[in-house]
């Protein structure tokens, strides 16, 4: 590889074949995510605006605003693999957004358990944003200093040194994210055993099941989202850990079904599943009625589509 360094653009002495990646991404594949996440990048400024959901809408805007400039990135290797810049761009861009979008997943959890019953979860609800997103920033920084360290290596010590720190990174990421995956689950199971939503439902029968029915599709759509960002993570540690150019990284097909098009997936289920709509009790200042007879989901403040149900209801 040391004959390459001083390739800046593709020629007989510098073939497509010797770069990192091996082929020039494609353009039909990489501008089609550009635009995905360009449009939800807006998308999701503007539902938070409009709900008042701004932690939420601040880091997945950040995590789809992120992999649009990786993917430029990409577009600008398409027209040169051999761009120093450009390779900078995506590897750094499209390494740490999904941590932002994972993180805007667990913010939510706090609001889930508050609204479906705090006495089912193992944990109390204001530590799930405590634990989860502590650790979500803590893989950031090391994915971050080993993006940072590969990105300026000028030598193959210092790129496998920060490949190594990054790789470390996504592990933490995926462990952190198979936590709150058992977590969830065991919440879930216990959430199924329990009456206390079908019990609520027969006493508000029209405005509580309304409120159900959007609720499960958030949760639903959330939780897919989630396994697609997961998915990502666990496709991107043997990817990284073949090293730069090894054979997972040289397939572009796979980066994009896997890593490109699990992260579009998630960010266009986490807005056409928007809290702002479907979870009112995300909104500022929503609140709960912590009352011991009742489920802090019935009295939540109901979202514009329930509120005329319940009221067809009442009169």
């Known amino acids: ?162 490949n190594n720190l990054m790789i470390a990174g996504i592990a933490f990421q995926v462990a952190t994210m198979a936590f709150c995956l058992v977590l969830a689950t065991d919440f879930s199971i216990a959430l199924s055993r329990s009456k206390t939503l079908s019990s609520r439902s027969a006493q508000r029968p029209i405005a509580l099941s309304n409120s159900l029915r959007g609720l499960y599709y958030y949760l639903t759509c959330s939780f897919a989202a989630f396994l697609a960002i997961f998915v990502r993570s666990i496709y991107r540690l043997p990817e990284m850990a073949g090293g730069w150019g090894g054979p997972l990284m040289r397939v572009e097909v796979e980066f994009l079904i896997l890593d490109g098009g699990m992260i579009g997936l998630a960010v266009v289920l986490m807005a056409v599943a928007h809290p702002g709509i479907f979870f009112p009790a995300m909104r500022n200042g929503a609140h709960f009625s912590h009352k011991e007879d009742s489920t802090p989901y019935e009295n939540m403040e109901m979202g514009p589509m329930n509120r005329h149900d319940e009221s067809a209801h009442d009169s």
């Open 1 to 162: 590889m040391s004959t390459y360094q001083s390739c800046t653009q593709v020629s007989a002495e510098c073939p497509v074949n010797a770069t990192t990646y091996g082929y020039i991404p494609s353009l039909a594949g990489n501008l089609t995510l550009l635009i995905v996440f360009a449009v939800c990048t807006i998308a999701h400024v503007v539902l938070g605006f409009r709900f008042r959901i701004i932690a939420f809408s601040a880091v997945v805007s950040i995590g789809c605003l992120g992999e649009a400039l990786g993917y430029i990135g990409r577009l600008m290797m398409h027209n040169n693999p051999w761009s120093a810049t450009a390779f900078k761009i995506q590897v750094i861009c499209l390494v740490l957004s999904p941590a932002c979008l994972a993180a805007g997943i667990y913010l939510t959890l706090k609001h889930i358990v508050l609204a479906l019953g705090p006495e089912m979860s193992r944990l109390k609800p204001h530590l799930y944003t405590w634990i989860f997103i502590g650790c979500d920033v803590v893989s950031i920084l090391i994915q971050a200093a080993g993006g940072a360290i590969a990105a300026g290596g000028d030598d193959s010590s210092r790129s496998k040194a920060g």
